[in-house]
Structure formats: C-alpha cells, structure tokens
C-alpha cells in the first residue's frame, strides 16, 4: 500500500475561494483523503493556530497557503508554514501574484485607512479612531492587532515557495490534475517537477481556446466593448467581437470555465513563464487590434494614452490579478516617492 502523506491549508489575506476550491473536489476528496491525511486547516477543521505553531518542522508533506500577504499575521503563518511543511504551494492567485487584494496596491495604509474609517459614507467615525496594532483598554488589559501592511506582497515574496498553482480559485480541472500528481508522487510513479514549477501550461489560453480563429489571422476593430454592453455571440472569438478577453496574455491550464459559460477571460491564471507583465503584454495585442500600434511589442506613452482612454477601469483590466508582481508595482511605488 503506498505511504500516506499529510496535506495542511492555510489562508492569508483570502476570500476563503481557495479553501472552497479543495472542498469541491467533491467525490474526489475521498480520493485525496486515501493518500493524504488533512493535518490542518482553519475552514475544514477545528483546529486553533496553536496547533500549527506546535507541529515538528517539516512535519507536513505539502502546504497550501492561499491568500496575499497583507499583514504581520499572513507574513508570521506564511513563515510558520514553510518552517512546518517540506514542500510548499502557492495556491491561487492571491498567493501566486496577489490577485484581487493586490489591486490596493495603488494605494497605501494611510490612504486606505482615511478611507474606510473616515471617508465611506457609511462610517461614523467622529474621533477618527484608525486601527492601532496595540491599545490598552480601561482595566489595563493590552489588546493587539496586526500591522496592517502598507502593500500587498505574494507568498514568495516573504517565503520560499517551491510551486505555483494559479488561477481565482484553482478550478476543478486543475484540482485534479494536482490530485493526480501527488498520487502518483506518493505511489512512486513520477517524481515532483523542478522547484519553482507553475502547475498550469506553458501556453496561451487562446492558444488552447475552442473559439481560436486561427493562428496568424488579423484581427482588427474599431472599439472594444465591455461584455456587459453587448449579447455575444457564443461561437466567435470575444476579441473578434471587439469585447476584451485577456486570452492573448494569459497562462492556459484553467480548462477555459469562463470561455464556456461565453464570459471573456480576465487573465486570473497570470502570464505564461515568456512574459514579465501580463498587463503590458495584454495592452500591446489590444493596441495591435485597435490598430493603434503595428508592433505588438513596443508602445509608445502616446499609443498607451489613446488605448487607456478607451477603457474605464484600465488597471482592473488588465492587472486584476497580477499587480503586485507587475512591472506596473514599481511605477507606483516610484510615483508615490
Ligand atoms: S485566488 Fe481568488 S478564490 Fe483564492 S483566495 Fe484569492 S480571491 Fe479568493
Ligand atoms: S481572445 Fe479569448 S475568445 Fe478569443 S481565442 Fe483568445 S481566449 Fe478565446
Ligand atoms: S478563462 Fe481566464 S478568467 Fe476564467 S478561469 Fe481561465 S484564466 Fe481565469
């Protein structure tokens, strides 16, 4: 009988999305639970954080941690993890390039906080009392919270990490490819791939996509629309129909869900390992398309402005998932300097 390793989950700055994720393996789980035993996990289990704390180092096989870094409290459980686990997976997008939460990125812990204890319409808030990562109360009991970070780091960013699985969440294809994986590391059939690895394809999503209209064809249009603007056709490429899809500038592996259910892809699997920034890379094909610019690979600030002026949300856009390890971050830091 093959060995039994043990698996444990941990969230850091998370929707909770990724628990879920491993959750609806569904029946599979029980194939999950043949080789591996859940030693901990917040959402599945009840478990306190003691628990982790006290384990032996590298104890557990394999740990997930999903979530960003936003506080003092992900950054000391993404160390506990690693110090814990012999093999440590960042898992979905918050943890592989900050996903959602990395979007907050533009800002910075003060401007946030003027915000949502101050300026939202629904905080009264007279005193402005912000959050404090210490406060004594009346009786002299000390309270603490932790540092809320003024950026939205990744996993690696903190910790060693030896593999990447992508997308918001991972989906279940993906899940089980994982699964499989794993069984047949445990049964002694394949070996792990080489640290580092991104669990996913070293493709594009268009390059896999049913609605590819093949490879080498122009594409052009006059202005690209937002799907909630239009009804799509559900045959044809998106990009075709002039709705942006960020297929052109996204890893493939994810099983194409969105595709399917006729929603454009918005690039949650991050670029493929050939492209330092999934949002300049995306920007460049759309300028192509738009025929702002005939080479896809360098734009001009003036092609840059004609394109971002016909977008709303040109960062949610393009960098939605991927800001944090974007060229763009140091853009922002620079400005802010
Ligand atoms: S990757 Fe998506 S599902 Fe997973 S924690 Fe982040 S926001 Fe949630
Ligand atoms: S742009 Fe979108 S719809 Fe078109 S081929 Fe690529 S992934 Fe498919
Ligand atoms: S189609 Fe795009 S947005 Fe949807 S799961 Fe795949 S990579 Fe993510």
């Not at 799509?232 to 500038?249: M, N, R, S, T, V």
Request: some cysteine.
């Amino acid at each position: 009988m093959a060995r039994k390793i043990s698996l444990a989950l941990k969230r850091g700055a998370s929707c909770v999305g990724c628990d879920i994720a491993v959750v609806n393996l569904s029946q599979k789980l029980f194939d999950l639970l043949e080789i591996a035993d859940i030693v901990f996990s917040p959402t599945l289990l009840d478990v306190k954080y003691d628990d982790l704390r006290k384990m032996p180092d590298k104890s557990i096989t394999i740990g997930l941690y999903h979530g960003a870094v936003r506080n003092s409290d992900n950054e000391e459980f993404a160390k506990i993890m690693r110090d814990k686990c012999q093999v440590l997976i960042a898992y979905g997008a918050c943890a592989h390039m900050g996903g959602i939460p990395g979007l907050a990125n533009v800002s910075n812990r003060e401007k946030i906080f003027q915000t949502v204890y101050k300026e939202t319409f629904s905080t009264d808030n007279p005193k402005c009392v912000f959050p404090q990562t210490e406060w004594v109360d009346d009786r002299g009991h000390k309270l603490t919270l932790p540092e809320f970070y003024d950026e939205v780091y990744t996993l690696d960013d903190v910790v060693d990490v030896d593999y990447y699985v992508p997308a918001c969440p991972p989906t279940h294809e993906m899940n089980m490819e994982i699964l499989n994986l794993i069984k047949d590391w445990v049964e002694g059939k394949r070996d792990l791939p080489p640290k580092g690895t991104v669990i996913a394809r070293e493709k594009t999503l268009c390059d896999e996509c049913p609605r590819n209209p093949g490879k080498g064809k122009k594409i052009t249009v006059e202005k690209l629309k937002y799907i909630s603007e239009v009804e799509p056709d559900p045959e044809k490429c998106f990009l075709e129909q002039g709705i942006l899809c960020l297929g052109p500038a996204t890893r493939a592996g994810c099983g194409a869900p969105c595709i399917e259910a006729n929603m454009p892809c918005r690039g949650c699997m991050g670029p493929t390992s050939f492209v330092m920034d999934q949002g300049g890379s995306m920007l460049s094909a759309i300028a192509s398309i738009l025929g702002i610019s005939e080479d896809e690979i360098e734009l001009s600030e003036e092609d840059i402005e004609k394109l971002v002026s016909q977008l709303k949300d040109p960062l949610g856009c393009f960098y939605r998932f991927s800001l944090p390890k974007s060229l763009l971050r140091k853009v922002v830091q620079d400005r802010e300097v």
